[in-house]
């Protein structure tokens, strides 16, 4: 009885802790009603153009909801979801580069740097994606040091 009740209240501390875990990862993510990069397929950029996502191709991992255009980029996704995620949480890098803030962004002005996904806020005329691109070794660096401290 008393390992039974143990493992009951061990089960529900882990879902406790995970469901957590992912609210608050949702919370550090730029996501608009869950669903990130404004319902781009994530796997679609690194096939070189952004294509919106479908909802009927959907899938949740860690929390945070990606649609793709079509079920083989869903496919990919799933095989292996750290390499397609957008680098810090889809804010815009310069602007994580730049001051640490979170910025929205534009989900067709991208960048793949080493296999990973950047996104860049481009409106009124200002397309950080060219600021990136001016200084994208230290923007990287100060961009990594600076989402390290928002999710911690």
């Known amino acids: 009885m008393k390992i039974t009740a143990s493992l009951i209240v061990l089960s529900i ?3 406790f802790v995970f469901g957590q875990s992912d609210a608050l990862r949702r919370g550090h993510f730029n996501v608009k009603k869950y669903v990130a990069i404004d319902g781009y397929d994530p796997v679609s950029y690194f096939d070189g153009q ?3 996502g479908d909802p009927e191709f959907k899938f949740t991992f860690k929390g945070i909801t ?3 255009a079509s079920a083989p980029n869903l496919a990919r996704f ?4 750290d390499k397609f995620e ?3 949480g889809g804010w815009c890098a310069y602007a994580m580069g730049n001051d640490g803030e979170k910025v929205k962004v534009d ?4 960048k793949i740097l080493n ?4 996104l860049f806020y481009n409106a009124w005329g200002n397309n950080t994606l060219e600021s990136w691109n001016e200084d994208e070794k230290k923007l990287k660096q100060m961009a990594d040091h600076n ?3 928002i999710v911690r």
């Open 13 to 15: 501390s882990v879902c």
């Open 50 to 52: 952004a294509l919106e």
């Open 66 to 68: 990606y649609y793709f």
């Open 78 to 81: 799933k095989d292996n979801p």
């Open 86 to 88: 957008p680098a810090y």
């Open 107 to 110: 989900p067709e002005t991208f």
């Open 115 to 118: 296999g990973r996904l950047y």
């Open 147 to 149: 989402w390290i401290d």
